[in-house]
């Protein structure tokens, strides 16, 4: 059974920074791309950011220039750095793994709030 932990939600101002962790249960490298996707209440899930295997990354328009997805090899983890968060960023995110099937986090909620 494949987990994926997360970490690292919470309240934030706006124009503040967050930083998300995802934690496998087995190597970042056995999943063909690892990335975030956040729900805001009454919207479907979408995809912020991604990274595959092979190091390539891709994101929403929604976060370019703001977020940044990155990985710490020796500590099997898959990061997420918000920067500049605004209100619209609130949504519980969502750590997310492919490799012939999804797997999913369990959510971490981000509010960006004065």
């Known amino acids: 059974q494949v987990q994926l932990v997360e970490s690292g939600g919470g309240l934030v101002q706006p124009g503040g920074s967050l930083q998300l962790s995802c934690a496998p249960s087995r190597s970042i490298f056995s999943f063909n791309s690892m990335g975030w996707f956040r729900q805001a209440t009454g919207k479907e899930r979408e995809l912020a950011a991604r990274?595959?295997?092979?190091?390539?990354?891709n994101y929403a328009d929604f976060v370019k220039g703001r977020f940044t997805i990155s990985r710490d090899i020796a500590k099997n983890t898959v990061y997420l750095h918000m920067n500049s968060l605004k209100p619209e960023d609130t949504a519980v995110y969502y750590c997310?793994?492919?490799?012939?099937?999804?797997?999913w986090g369990q959510g971490t909620q981000v509010t960006v709030s004065s």
């Open positions: 997310h793994a492919y490799r012939s099937r999804d797997y």
């Open positions: 990274i595959t295997s092979s190091g390539s990354t």
